[in-house]
Nanobody, 124 residues
Framework: QVQLVESGGGLVQAGGSLRLSCAASGHTFNRYAMGWFRQAPGKDREFVARISWSGGMLDYANSVKGRFTISRDNAKNTMYLQMNSLKPEDTAVYYC?????????????????WGQGTQVTVSS
């Protein structure tokens, strides 16, 4: 069992930056691939980024590539999402998720554990 808690969301102006954190409980964090997803009002949950067990494989949605950076610190049981050059269309609730697969997935149905979400609002 893994429990995930996101933090770091907030209100920022377009062009600004935020760093989200996802703290995981348990002793086997390094055996889970991790992902970030987001959901805007009235829209489906969409893939943002994923990172493999070791952190050696990174993958991003085209909409955030070059602006967002996913990383993890297995010693601290924590994953991060550095978000730069934020746009109003990045406004959403951001969720972190964990899966036992080595590389993770772009599909939210493949993830076993979810955090409660953190709101990111980007004003124009």
């Amino acid at each position: 069992q893994v429990q995930l808690v996101e933090s770091g969301g907030g209100l920022v102006q377009a062009g600004g930056s935020l760093r989200l954190s996802c703290a995981a409980s348990g002793h086997t964090f390094n055996r889970y691939a991790m992902g970030w997803f987001r959901q805007a009002p009235g829209k489906d949950r969409e893939f943002v980024a994923r990172i493999s067990w070791s952190g050696g494989m990174l993958d991003y949605a085209n909409s955030v590539k070059g602006r967002f950076t996913i990383s993890r610190d297995n010693a601290k049981n924590t994953m991060y999402l550095q978000m730069n050059s934020l746009k109003p269309e990045d406004t959403a609730v951001y969720y972190c998720a964990a899966t036992k697969s080595v590389l993770g997935s772009r599909s939210y149905v493949d993830y076993d554990y979810w955090g409660q979400g953190t709101q990111v609002t980007v004003s124009s």
